[in-house]
C-alpha cells in the first residue's frame, strides 16, 4: 500500500534526524526490552506510585511484568554493570522503542495515542556541573532536531517534573490551537512556563485593618454571590477549597484568595500525594460553603495557605457556621503566623514574576521534554561506581524523550493546505516528482524511466 510506504518513509527520516543530533553529543544507540520485570519497577518505587496508565500484567509463570512506558529502571539497570568506575563516565545511551501508555482517551491523531514510537535517552554524570552543561548540549541538540524537521513555531519552556521526578525540566512545545497544554508566556521578558508550574505577580489589596464583624449570609455558598451580595470584589475574599489526599487520614484544606484557582499540579507535588475533590464536608464535621480559617479547621484538616493571602487584610471569608461569614478577616491578626506556599493557577492578564509586564495564556502541542533526575532512579537501584578518591559514589542522571509520531503529527499541523500536508523538504518522502505526461509514447515513457533510474542510483 502506497500510503503506508510513505508514512514510513517520512517516520524513518525523522528518526534519521534525531540519531544524526544524538550521535554528535556522543550518544550511543541501544534497544531496551518493552516488556520489563516488575521488580525493577518496584524497586525505584514506581510500580506502586504511577497511577493506571501503567500497564501490569502477570506472565505465564505467574511473575509480575510491566509494559514499557519509559525507561528509567530498565536503562539503569542495564547501566550499572557496564559503567562501575568513575573512567566510564559521562556516557549517554538512547534507544527509539515502541512505548505503551494505558490511556483513557486517545484523541488527536498522532497527538495522545496508547501505543507509540519515542526516542529516549538517559545521561549518567559524577556531578551536577557536568549533567548541567550536558543538560545544555541536548537542549540546542534538540532545537537543531525540530529546526532540521521543518518546524518554526516551537518554545521550550519550564515544567513540571511530574513522575519522572527530578529538580530540572524543560518540554519543547509547538505553539497552536490545536493543543492541549496551556502556557504562560510573556511577550516583553521572553518568560515561557507551562500552566502547572508557572508563576505570577498579584495585584494587592490595599486596605487597612478593621474590627472583626459577623455578617449573615443566608444561602451564600459562592464566591460570585458573596461578592455580589456584599457588593465587593472577588479578590477581598478568602476561599476555602477541598481535597482527599491519597495516603493521608485528614482532608487537604487550601485558602486562597477568591479570584482565583488552585492549580493542582503545584498541590500535588507539595504534598506529594495524588488528590481528589472532597465530596463530604460535613463528615468531617465542616459547613460546606461557609469554611473559613480558625484552630478547629486547622485541626480537622491539613491546612495550606496560598501566597496569595500574604499581607492581605480586611478580608471576607467564611464564619465556619451556616449562613454566616466573617467581615474584616486579617490572617495574621485573627489567625496567627503561617508558613505560605504558592499553589494557584496563573491567569490571562496577570503580572510577569520577572518584569512585571502583562502574561499571555497559549495552547501548545507537547513534541520532546528534558529533565534533570539527579539520583532519583541510581539510587534507589543500588547503582554506584568507584569515585577518583577510591569511595563508591552514586551517579546522577538526565532524561530526554521526543515522541518521533508526535513531531510528524505536528510538521503536518503546522505545514498544510486545504489539500492535505506540505511535507518540508527534510522530511518529504521523495524529494523530486517525475510525472510522465504521455506513458503511451515508448519514448516518452522509456526517458521518463531512465531519469527515475538514474536519479535513484546517484542518490
Given at each position: 500500500n502506497s500510503k503506508i510506504k510513505i508514512c514510513f518513509m517520512k517516520h524513518r527520516k525523522i528518526e534519521k534526524i534525531i540519531r544524526q543530533e544524538m550521535d554528535k553529543i556522543g550518544g550511543q544507540e541501544v534497544l531496551l526490552p518493552v516488556v520489563i520485570p516488575a521488580e525493577?519497577?518496584?524497586?525505584?518505587?514506581?510500580?506502586?506510585?504511577?497511577g493506571s496508565e501503567l500497564l501490569r500484567f502477570k506472565d505465564r509463570c505467574y511473575r509480575d511484568m510491566v509494559l514499557g512506558m519509559t525507561h528509567e529502571e530498565a536503562v539503569v539497570h542495564l547501566a550499572q554493570s557496564e559503567a562501575k568506575s568513575y573512567l566510564n563516565y559521562p556516557f549517554m545511551v538512547y534507544q527509539i522503542q515502541t512505548k505503551f501508555r494505558d490511556e483513557p482517551r486517545a484523541r488527536g491523531g498522532l497527538i495522545r495515542v496508547r501505543e507509540?514510537?519515542?526516542?529516549?535517552?538517559?545521561?549518567?554524570h559524577t556531578s551536577q556541573e557536568d549533567?548541567?552543561?550536558?543538560?545544555?548540549?541536548?537542549?540546542?541538540a534538540y532545537e537543531n532536531v525540530f529546526e532540521r524537521a521543518g518546524l518554526r513555531n516551537t518554545a521550550s519552556i519550564c515544567s513540571d517534573t511530574g513522575?519522572?521526578?527530578?529538580?530540572?525540566?524543560?518540554?519543547?512545545?509547538?505553539?497552536?490551537p490545536a493543543g492541549e497544554d496551556t502556557i504562560v508566556i510573556c511577550e516583553h521578558c521572553g518568560y515561557k512556563a507551562n500552566?502547572?508550574?508557572?508563576?505570577?505577580?498579584?495585584?494587592k489589596n490595599i486596605s487597612a485593618e478593621t474590627n472583626l464583624e459577623e455578617v449573615l449570609t443566608e444561602n451564600i455558598k459562592t464566591i460570585d454571590d458573596l461578592a455580589k451580595f456584599l457588593n465587593i470584589e472577588k479578590k477581598s475574599t478568602i476561599k476555602a477549597v477541598l481535597y482527599a489526599a491519597e495516603g493521608r487520614e485528614k482532608p487537604v484544606a487550601v485558602f486562597i484568595r477568591g479570584d482565583l484557582q488552585v492549580n493542582e499540579s503545584k498541590l500535588k507535588n507539595l504534598i506529594k500525594a495524588e488528590i481528589k475533590e472532597l465530596t463530604d464536608p460535613y463528615k468531617f464535621g465542616l459547613v460546606e460553603g461557609f469554611i473559613g480559617p480558625d484552630?478547629?479547621?486547622?485541626?480537622?484538616?491539613?491546612?495550606?495557605?496560598?501566597e496569595s493571602l500574604k499581607n492581605e487584610k480586611n478580608m471576607i471569608c467564611g464564619a465556619n457556621k451556616e449562613d454566616y461569614h466573617l467581615k474584616g478577616f486579617s490572617l495574621e491578626r485573627d489567625f496567627g503566623k503561617v508558613n505560605f506556599e504558592e499553589v494557584s493557577k496563573v491567569e490571562m492578564g496577570q503580572k510577569c514574576s520577572f518584569c512585571g509586564e502583562k502574561l499571555t495564556l497559549s495552547r501548545g502541542i507537547e513534541i520532546g521534554n528534558i529533565f534533570q533526575l539527579g539520583s532519583k532512579y541510581t539510587q534507589s537501584m543500588d547503582m554506584s561506581y568507584?569515585?577518583?578518591n577510591g569511595k563508591s559514589e552514586i551517579p546522577i542522571m538526565g532524561c530526554y524523550g521526543i515522541g518521533v509520531g508526535r513531531l510528524m503529527a505536528c510538521i503536518v499541523e503546522e505545514n498544510h493546505d486545504d489539500y492535505g500536508p506540505i511535507w518540508p523538504k527534510s522530511v518529504a518522502p521523495w524529494q523530486v516528482h517525475i510525472c510522465i505526461l504521455k506513458i503511451s509514447d515508448e519514448d516518452v515513457k522509456k526517458?521518463?524511466?531512465?531519469l527515475f533510474n538514474n536519479l535513484k542510483n546517484k542518490y
Open positions: 525493577l519497577w518496584k524497586k525505584s518505587g514506581r510500580f506502586e506510585s504511577v507509540f514510537t519515542m526516542k529516549d535517552a538517559y545521561s549518567f549533567l548541567e552543561q550536558y543538560y545544555d548540549q541536548v537542549y540546542k513522575m519522572m521526578g527530578g529538580t530540572k525540566a524543560h518540554e519543547f512545545m509547538l505553539l497552536s500552566m502547572e508550574v508557572a508563576v505570577s505577580e498579584l495585584d484552630k478547629n479547621v486547622a485541626d480537622i484538616c491539613d491546612v495550606i495557605f496560598d568507584t569515585a577518583t526517458a521518463g524511466f531512465d
